[in-house]
């Protein structure tokens, strides 16, 4: 299963780091990802990292950064110069090698103006 931690309360321009790790017997993780969901709005993809490459919304773009330590199955989303709008619920997502996803339980995140 996965953990996801590192959410809470914080001013437009600030930071936070996510992290999200597994535990338990996992095959190797291909893709690491999160997405969050706002209130009243679907779930959004907002970064995902396979090997060394990475790939994020448009709306992050140049403020977040996605990595992962792989000998820990662990990812992390570093996210600075926040915007009320990244307010939402954070989740982390993995996918095995063999197709299988597993979702965090979601951390909130909510940034005020």
């Known amino acids: 299963q996965l953990q996801a931690s590192g959410g809470g309360l914080v001013q437009a321009g600030g930071s936070l780091r996510l992290s999200c790790a597994a535990s338990g017997t996992f095959s190797t993780i291909n893709i690491m990802s999160w997405y969050r969901q706002a209130p009243g709005k679907e779930r959004e993809l907002v970064a995902s990292?396979?090997?060394?490459?990475?790939n994020y919304a448009d709306s992050v773009k140049g403020r977040f950064t996605i990595s992962r330590d792989n000998a820990k199955n662990t990812e992390y989303l570093q996210m600075n110069s926040l915007k009320p709008e990244d307010t939402g619920v954070y989740y982390c997502k993995m996918i095995t090698n063999w197709g299988r996803a597993y979702w965090g339980q979601g951390t909130l995140v909510t940034v005020s103006s």
């Open positions: 990292i396979t090997g060394g490459s990475t």
